[in-house]
């Protein structure tokens, strides 16, 4: 089992971080500066001076061959494993906004695996090539507001057979993306046959995001904030009109094409969390060491010393197991590789949480302000343990795979 760097993807590794450091960070602020500036002042949409940052860092990404690392196994793709990419998605989660400028952003990698795995030749038409292109935006909208969705079994949205359409009804939230004007595409899960066996009961369909009938009620907040210019929407729809030929795959599969395109996507979310846990670390190190307390620098202060070596020590070892998910995906496949997601998609958002949180608290009233990263950090890997499955959906899977190896023993 080789976990380590690749000789193919070194010189990516250092072109991605250098771009990262050098030319994304000093612009994030700036972008993020100008959310609510919009003439019209709608929070989502973006100003001249986001697009600009935007479009100009996505052409130099473009231009020197930085894009689109994250499909693996597609002539469309780069040509990298699972983990080659953990590396280069580690450096992309150290700031907000560059993972969009590499076009290896959530939700839109989950969708093109959709499309270009399942997806008919139309859809790939009129859809993935403007994706992978960086032109649109998409959403994966499935999470509900009146059941568990975290048993996607129970997802109650309803799709009736009508003709040659199939007419949608229901409500959705905490669908990311859908706020953003650049937003083409809603891959949706609905319930077409509640009779049905547990997991043939749903299908998953592909829309345009503008079809009649859709209606965003509401952005959820985080802790209070609203995430933009990004977002996560309340959805409303009414009688939404969507072709038969809109079915992914086949009616009554849309559980089995939603485990193809989670496993990607969950871990994707882990190797960025730990970069974000870098990036806690390397603040936490330098305040440390350039602020002084009682008359000793803050890092030799109480047990700091302690902490920055168990952040160390704590971020290595999520790394390892995040590397180990990735292997599994790349030789066994992402439904063999499913307990190990399940472990590093707990263990990522959980060590990223407590290094920045320990970062915060080493900055003072800074960590918690908007003078720094921490506070904006520690709500997106907080958000983590929810999205893609909450921690204990998770540990019920790798307890479940952890029984079965005994369940024929005599005791």
Known sequence: ???????????????????????????????????????????????????????????KAKERRLWNFWLTESERGYGLTTVEYAYLAEEMGKVGIAAEVFNCNAPDTGNMEVLERYGEAWMKERWLGRLLEGEIRSAYVMTEPDVASSDAAQLAFEARRDGDDFVLNGEKW??????????????????????????????????????????????????????????????????????????????????????????????????????????????????????EAFGKRIAELGANFDIIANARMEIEMARLLCLKAAWMMDTAGVRAAQPWISKIKVVAPLMAGKVIDEAMQLHGAAGISQDTDLAHMWTHVRTLRFADGPDAVHRRQVARAELRKYANDKV
């Open 1 to 59: 089992m080789d976990l380590g760097m690749t000789e193919r993807v070194k010189p990516l590794i250092e072109k991605v971080r250098r771009m990262v450091e050098e030319e994304i960070a000093p612009l994030d602020a700036e972008f993020h500066a100008e959310v609510g500036k919009h003439p019209t002042g709608d929070r989502f949409r973006h100003t001249d001076r986001q697009l600009e940052i935007l479009d100009g860092l996505k052409a």
């Open 174 to 291: 905490w669908i990311s993306g859908a706020g953003d004007p650049r937003c083409a595409l809603y891959i949706l899960m609905a319930c077409t046959d509640p009779e049905a066996a547990k997991h043939s009961r749903h299908t998953m369909f592909v829309m345009d995001a503008d079809t009649p009938g859709i209606e965003v009620l509401r952005p959820m907040q985080v802790f209070g904030q609203d995430d933009a210019p990004h977002g996560h929407m309340h959805l409303r729809f009414t009688d939404v009109r969507v072709p038969v030929r809109n079915v992914v795959l086949g009616e009554g599969r849309g559980f089995e094409v939603a485990q193809g395109r989670l496993g990607p996507g969950r871990i994707h979310h882990c190797m960025r969390a730990i970069g974000q846990a870098e990036k806690a670390l390397q603040m936490m190190c330098r305040r440390g060491l350039a602020r």
